[in-house]
């Protein structure tokens, strides 16, 4: 069965210690040597055999030139000139979202995939994106990708600004972006619409989901997740009993599930609905109280000394100190 995964992180110098990151991490999921200009470091994974497929992706505005700027194409050039970008000693200087890839598509079927989704993401952030396809190392089905996106937008005279993935709350109110929330969810959701439009090109009723479990369980082509030992000998032609304990709980846990796909789980509340339920709250609050008192009018200096003389009378002494 394919699996839904898809993990976002970002790539970061750890404050104050200024060392490379994004030199780095291009040459080991590319599987190349880069030096690292800014530093002298030397980062050589050109052992690796498990790459099956590599490419950098450019922004539209690449496509007219016919022949390309020289350190766009090359990808230690490429990523020394990010790292000379951000001088900042605790600078964000790459993205990376990896994916899981359907080991029941064909390596043709499975790269066409991965190009789709990182041309999209060159298209909605305007930046760079270092593609590279794994083959699995331990398990068989472990097909993934790797896209380690500039956080600059790329641009034929250098890196420009921060792409729109970069920017905080404040600024993408401003812009009237989404929050970043919304904007994962959205990334999530493109995922696995082009997952399952691949499995259906290719002919197959597996589909993906990146709605929580319990919500998918229900979804056309659904079935259990097996573990690796079982599905290896289930391969084999032979009976696993662990696989076989894990078809049963997901059979249970579908015959659970709502009919109509919906999660159990509580609805999240928004806090526009949190403000508005503490609004209509204090109203009732206020109602139940009554109104309130009418303030004392105001007092004037003559009005206070006229009293304080009353009270000293009234006492016979000082005592207040007036």
């Given at each position: 069965m394919a699996i839904y995964y898809l993990g976002v992180k970002?790539?970061?110098r750890s404050a104050g210690t200024g060392g490379s990151v994004s030199t780095s991490a291009a040459a080991y999921r590319?599987?190349?040597r880069i030096r690292d200009e800014r530093t002298g470091r030397i980062y050589d994974h050109t052992h690796r055999d498990d790459i099956e497929y590599k490419e950098i992706l450019l922004p539209a505005q690449f496509d007219r030139f016919s022949v390309l700027p020289e350190w766009v194409r090359d990808r230690s050039r490429l990523w020394n000139a990010v790292e000379r970008s951000e001088p900042r000693p605790?600078?964000?200087v790459a993205r990376e979202y990896v994916l899981a890839l359907p080991h029941e598509l064909s390596p043709s079927q499975r790269i066409d995939l991965a190009r789709t989704f990182a041309r999209g993401i060159v298209d909605r952030y305007h930046g760079a994106?270092?593609?590279a396809l794994h083959r699995p190392r331990s398990d068989p089905r472990n097909f993934h990708a790797h896209l380690l996106a500039t956080t600059r937008e790329v641009r034929p005279s250098g890196l420009g600004p921060k792409t729109t993935a970069e920017l905080g709350g404040s600024q993408r109110f401003e812009l009237g972006l989404p929050r970043a929330m919304q904007e994962h969810a959205a990334i999530r959701a493109h995922w696995a619409h082009?997952?399952?439009?691949?499995?259906r090109q290719a002919g197959l009723d597996t589909r993906v989901s990146h709605i929580p479990q319990e919500a998918s369980l229900r979804l056309p082509g659904a079935r259990a997740w097996v573990p690796r030992v079982a599905w290896e000998i289930e391969r084999r032609g032979?009976?696993?009993i662990l696989g076989e304990r894990a078809r049963q709980e997901f059979d249970r846990r579908r015959d659970a599930a709502p009919e109509d796909g919906s999660s159990w789980r509580q609805p999240v509340v928004s806090a526009e609905q949190l403000r508005q339920q503490a609004?209509?709250?204090w109203r009732a609050i206020r109602a139940e109280a009554g109104p309130a008192p009418a303030p004392e009018p105001a007092r004037d200096g003559s009005e206070v000394e006229r009293q304080v003389q009353s009270l000293r009378r009234e006492l016979g002494r000082d005592d207040f100190g007036l």
């Open positions: 970002s790539f970061g590319a599987g190349e605790n600078a964000r994106v270092d593609l082009l997952t399952n439009e691949a499995l032979g009976h696993s609004i209509a709250d």
